[in-house]
């Protein structure tokens, strides 16, 4: 039997993965929970298995990768670093937790964490940012977690259920983080493991 899930970079509850296009359905089923889709801003899009399949053969070739549950070799989620420029050492990060079980129990601060050290600490990149709606608390706390900050606010960006609200720009920079989960030096970037 092929496996499905690679341990590409391993934290203490979960592991980040390749993302495996076997999963597409799973991916579509939580991209259209209005629940799931409304905290990453993506609430009014349709997303068909078809569309779903397209866009992840696409960010495949990028540094996306599936949240696995290290207990139970689960897809939980997905993350990922996009829009990298490799000159300014730049990258916008993105996540989310699909399976709301998992919701609140600390993946989502562990898997934020494990991408700024691979951003940081194996990419060599220098700034990080991300974008969240203002009323997702329990994001922006997570983020705070592991080292955003935020920096601006877009007022009044987003319209849901008649109600605007704001969109709050958060960074990481390099300079600030120190890695949690790798091993850093010349010549180093293994895992402690």
């Known amino acids: 039997m092929q496996k499905k899930y690679f341990k590409k970079i391993i934290g203490d509850k979960c592991y980040l993965s390749p993302v495996s296009m076997e999963d597409a359905g799973q991916y579509t089923e ?11 801003g993506q609430f009014s899009q349709v ?5 779903e399949k397209e866009i992840l053969q696409k960010i495949s070739r990028d540094y996306i990768f599936a949240i696995i549950d290290k207990s139970t070799d689960k897809l ?3 993350t990922g670093l996009h829009k ?15 399976d709301k079980s998992f919701w609140n129990k600390g ?7 494990l991408m700024l050290d691979y951003a940081f600490y194996v990419l060599n990149l220098k700034h990080v940012h991300l974008q969240v709606l203002a009323f997702n608390k ?9 080292g955003y900050k935020t920096v601006g ?41």
Do not use: C
């Open 107 to 113: 993946y989502a601060t562990e898997v934020n964490i």
């Open 138 to 146: 329990w994001a922006i706390k997570s983020y705070e977690k592991a």
């Open 47 to 51: 997303i068909s298995l078809e569309k």
């Open 30 to 40: 939580w991209l259209n929970d209005m629940s799931v889709s409304i905290t990453m």
């Open 76 to 78: 939980i989620g997905n």
């Open 84 to 98: 990298i420029d490799w000159v300014n050492r730049t990258a916008e990060y993105g996540i989310f937790i699909g």
């Open 153 to 193: 606010k877009l007022t009044e960006f987003w319209e849901i259920e008649g109600k605007r609200h704001d969109m709050l720009i958060m960074e990481a920079l390099a300079k600030d983080i120190e890695s949690r989960f790798f091993v850093t030096g010349i010549g180093k970037g293994i895992l402690h493991q």
